[in-house]
Each structure stands twice: as C-alpha cells, then as structure tokens.
C-alpha cells in the first residue's frame, strides 16, 4: 500500500530533502504534494486527498500551528494524521503542535530510519506499509 503525503514548509530546499528522506527510507509514497505555507496546504487539501501531513511550524502567512488550528475546524480534514517536522523541539512548542493535534512531531534533523518509524506508527501500519489483517473475519465475510 502507499500513501499520499502533502509536505508543508516555507523553505523549497527543506521542502526537497524531507520529500528525499522519506523515498530513501522505503516509505511507500504514491503522490507528494507540497505546500509552503498552511495557507497554501488548505487550498491543496481542497482539492486533493492525502494520508498524511508532514508540516514544519515557522513558516509566513499561516505557520504551522496555526494550520493545525484549522484543520481541527474541519470534521473531515481533522482525521488527517499531521506530523510536524521542525528545529523548535522546546517541549512549548512540542506539547502546542499536539494540543492542536498533530500525532507526531521529529527534529530536524533527522534520519530516514526516523521519519519512516514515525510516519507508519501515526498511520497505524506495519514494518512494511500494510495494515494488519483479521485472518479470524475471513472465513464470516462472503461476497
């Protein structure tokens, strides 16, 4: 199974690593969309789907946290897992980021062994992506 990721941070560059780190680490990514603000990523999130955010919290216009203050708005956009990825790692801005939600939360910088670990964890898959299976439901189920 793979997910579609939107990646949200002000910097282009940083934007490119995560997006890197995360293929290096054998995360199964289908589509990666990006976003350089939350702003932005609210006008993504309107048109397209995705699995899983990965949002750094210093950014212009709407900042992370803010983002995560939106999304709590929204009844459908509140069940997307958001993981922020950010050099303020004060256990403020750690307990703020998931006061508003967020699931996850790395310091930059990290490892792909790290993001991968974490990005299966908030999605509540195995060590290769898939979700676990009920063998016990198969033989009930009859299409």
């Not at 990965?54 to 459908?76: A, R, T, Y």
């Not at 999605?123 to 009930?140: A, K, Q």
Request: net charge negative; with cysteine; proline share 3%.
């Amino acid at each position: 199974m793979s997910f579609n990721v939107l990646i949200v941070d002000d910097s282009r560059s940083m934007r490119a690593v995560i997006k890197k780190t995360i293929s290096m680490s054998g995360f199964k990514m289908d589509q990666c969309l990006e976003a350089g603000n939350g702003r932005e990523a609210l006008d993504v999130l309107a048109r397209d789907w995705v699995d899983i955010i990965v949002s750094d919290i210093n950014m212009p216009e709407m900042n992370g946290l803010e983002f995560l203050g939106e999304l709590k708005k929204d009844s459908l956009l509140e069940a997307i897992p958001v993981i922020v990825i950010s050099t303020e790692g004060s256990k403020r801005h750690v307990q703020d980021a998931y006061d508003l939600g967020a699931r996850g939360f790395i310091k930059k910088p990290f490892l792909p062994e790290e993001i991968k670990k974490v990005l299966y964890e908030v999605l509540g898959v195995n060590d290769e992506g898939e979700y676990g299976e009920d063998r016990e439901d198969d033989d009930v189920i009859d299409f």
